[in-house]
């Protein structure tokens, strides 16, 4: 009876063999994991500094302009785009690569954002530039520049009818977020266009 478990076996060892073959034709030998990349936390809310409602609850007249909901501060990591290679050296931008990646962007206690990196460019050695959109929307977009001296970052949200604008000092990554409402902008004035001189 011997001899007959063992055929039994290897009747079925190759069948059982197989099923390690991978989904789609790719052997489970040459599979490889795809790689994990944790977001990247880069602002992060200290304080609301003041919001309309507030002011007009107050009776001392609107602090804000009328197309401000709020302003806050935030503290932005700067040295993940713009490290210093020594203490006391100049910053310069990072070679790494952020395409695809997912930066995270907290503006007030109750608004973070996660941001895919779609495009970047380093058009100084010291200055470095992103463009990206928010997760799950596609015509939300985020637009970020960092210099040794300065940052500016941008958020459009169309579908939250919001606008937020972050100015801030590169050096102690303080910075001073404002919320906006775009329907309560004034009418923009645009000057005549510019036509070049026929030569």
Do not use: C
Request: no cysteine; proline share 11%.
């Amino acid at each position: 009876m011997k001899w007959q478990y063992y055929l039994l076996l290897l009747a079925i060892l190759p069948a059982w063999w197989g099923a390690e073959v991978a989904v789609a034709g790719e052997p489970a030998a040459d599979r490889k994991a795809a790689p994990v990349t944790a977001p990247i936390t880069v602002s992060r809310p200290l304080l609301l500094l003041e919001e309309s409602s507030a002011a007009q609850q107050r009776g001392d007249g609107p602090a804000l302009s009328p197309h401000v909901r709020r302003q806050g501060q935030v503290l932005f990591d700067v040295d993940i785009f713009l490290p210093r290679p020594a203490p006391d050296a100049a910053r310069r931008a990072t070679a790494a690569s952020f395409r695809q990646r997912v930066v995270v962007l907290g503006l007030f206690p109750d608004q973070t954002y996660n941001v895919l990196v779609e495009k970047e460019s380093r058009p100084n050695p010291d200055k470095f530039e992103l463009i990206g959109r928010l997760e799950g929307r596609d015509l939300a977009t985020v637009s970020l520049v960092v210099t040794p001296r300065s940052y500016l970052l941008t958020i459009e949200d169309p579908a939250a009818g919001r606008l937020y604008r972050v100015v801030g000092d590169s050096e102690s990554g303080i910075g001073r977020v404002t919320e906006i409402d775009p329907t309560q902008l004034p009418p923009r004035l645009y000057s005549p266009p510019l036509i070049p001189p026929d030569n």
